[in-house]
């Protein structure tokens, strides 16, 4: 019998295993192969969500399901976190201290925030000035925050790179601003956003729509802005460019890989501490029978929801090609797309792959139906989780 | 080959988003005064855009090589 091993239950591990359940179904059925789920907790979590918890336009208890309601009845459910792999004997190891084998194994865990990489920034979070909505706790925090900010500057400081879903950034100050319009408060509030590099956004196409709506809407930018420190007590971003003050600073804090000893430990990650995997193939370079996909590899991509998805069908379709003893001939070319608010009624969207002129394709004028899009989108993520879209 | 004997490479062929000069903004921010990086890129646009960067950080660039299709940008962490 032929053991597949899926590490992570989010977005890229589930539409993994549904669609295996789906391609080699009939193999499963008859013991020829088995398919196993581990995550560490009995919930998919969809964090897409996270960027309305703030506003109060969703709630953490939408964000999660739990697995087997989601998971197709022929994947084998371990929830126990995993903590050490051995690749050479193909065998992964769980908290509980259980085994298991594996020929193939896919690791999907996904990516944390690292706060206390940034000096200063946990204790102003502690103080209730710095925030973050990247976990359901952060944008539960910042959620009473906005609730009683009524005048100040907030700043929306990009910390982290690389960090998951490269556009939540824009989205947020978008958002804010018309959130507080709405309220009557926007003359009382200034808004910020700073970026690590030296234009507003890593991708061209992106720079170019979101340039002349920040002007428009008087949301200030700042960049190149390295923040290296936060003080707490001043409430001032330290950059390797300067200084700013902040009433309410709402940051994207560094990032590691989930599961980042094990990446470590087993010697599949790079020196950045992801994943390292062909770009094509998604196999990991640094050991036999693994793939890995989403945010906790290294593929030339976003570390967005779209991407992981994406990439889930094709080792999903390489495994099953691999498992019926035939080539594996389905590749990834960086196939991303992202959904991008413009504020609490109109979005728009970037689409590109691999190929550089793809990042410079103009986006589409922001509009209430490609807001519609995003809104059902995310409304109907199990189906996506259950593998069906 | 390479003249420059990195420390560390950052393979940033086929980064689509947010691209390489992001990519390599983030492993500065990990690395100890001293390491060189190399920075493979297959977007021409780093030719310009690191140099671009470089000028406002502390950090020095050493040199940028043409190899076969894609880049190879050497920096000194500071
Ligand atoms: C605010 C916000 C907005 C976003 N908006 C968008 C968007 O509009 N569009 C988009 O495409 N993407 C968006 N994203 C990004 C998207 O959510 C992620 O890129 C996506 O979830 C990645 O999927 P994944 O499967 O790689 O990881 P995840 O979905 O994070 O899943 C990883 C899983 O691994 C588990 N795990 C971790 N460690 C272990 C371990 N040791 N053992 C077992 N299990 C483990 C975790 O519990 C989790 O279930 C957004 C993210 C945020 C935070």
């Known amino acids: 019998m032929e053991k597949i091993v899926v590490v992570g239950g989010g977005i890229g591990g589930t539409v993994v295993a549904n669609r295996l359940a789906n391609d080699i179904g009939s193999m499963i059925d008859d013991g020829e192969v088995e398919v196993t789920l581990v995550n560490d907790t009995p919930h998919n979590v969809y964090k897409p969500k996270y960027l309305y918890i703030p506003f109060g336009l969703s709630h953490t208890d939408e964000t999660k399901r739990p697995l087997t309601e989601i998971l197709n009845h022929r994947i084998g459910l371990e929830v126990d976190p995993a903590v050490d792999m051995d ?186 501490g992801w994943v390292d995997v062909d770009h094509n193939t998604l196999e990991c370079t640094r050991a036999d029978g693994v793939y890995s996909i989403g945010d906790n590899a290294n593929h030339g991509t976003s570390k967005a929801g779209s991407p992981a998805h994406y990439q889930a069908g094709v080792v999903a379709k390489r495994l099953a090609s691999q498992i019926r003893g035939e080539p594996p001939t389905e590749m990834y070319h960086g196939k991303t797309f992202c959904y991008i608010e413009a504020g609490l009624d109109e979005a728009t969207y970037a689409h590109f792959n691999y190929d550089p002129e793809t990042k410079e394709k103009q986006l589409p004028k922001e509009s209430q139906l490609i807001h519609w899009g995003k809104t059902a989108f995310n409304e109907t993520f199990s189906l996506i989780t259950r593998g069906l879209i | 080959m390479a003249d420059m004997e990195p420390d560390e490479t950052v393979d940033s062929r086929d980064s689509a988003c947010p691209g390489p000069l992001m990519d390599l903004v983030g492993r500065i921010k990990k690395s100890d005064p001293g390491t060189v990086l190399e920075l493979l890129t297959s977007d021409e646009g780093s030719k310009k855009d690191v140099p671009d960067w470089l000028e406002n950080t502390r950090h020095d660039l050493l040199e940028i090589e043409d190899q076969n299709g894609h880049w190879a940008i050497y920096v000194k962490v500071n």
């Open chain 1, 87 to 272: 690749t050479d004997a193909k065998t992964l190891e769980l908290e509980s201290g259980k085994t298991l084998d594996y020929d193939y194994l896919v690791m999907a865990t996904g990516a944390k925030l690292v706060p206390s990489e940034t000096p200063g920034l946990v204790e102003a979070h502690e103080d209730d000035t710095a925030h973050w909505f990247y976990n359901p706790e952060g944008a539960e925090a910042l959620r009473d925050a906005l609730q009683d900010f009524e005048e100040g500057h907030l700043v929306l400081s990009v910390i982290g790179s690389p960090h998951i879903c490269p556009v939540a950034p824009i989205e947020f100050p978008l958002i804010a601003d018309a959130w507080f319009r709405e309220r009557g408060i926007r003359d009382d509030i200034e808004i910020t956003y700073t970026y690590p590099i030296q234009r507003s956004h890593g991708l061209l196409s992106v720079t170019r729509w979101m340039d002349p709506i920040f002007e428009d809407r008087g949301i200030d930018t700042e960049y190149p802005f390295n923040v290296e420190e936060v003080d707490p007590e001043s409430q001032t971003l330290e950059a390797m460019e300067g200084e700013l003050d902040f009433d309410l600073a709402v940051t994207i804090p560094p990032h590691a890989a989930g599961a980042d000893d094990l990446i470590e430990n087993a010697g599949i990650g790079d020196e950045g």
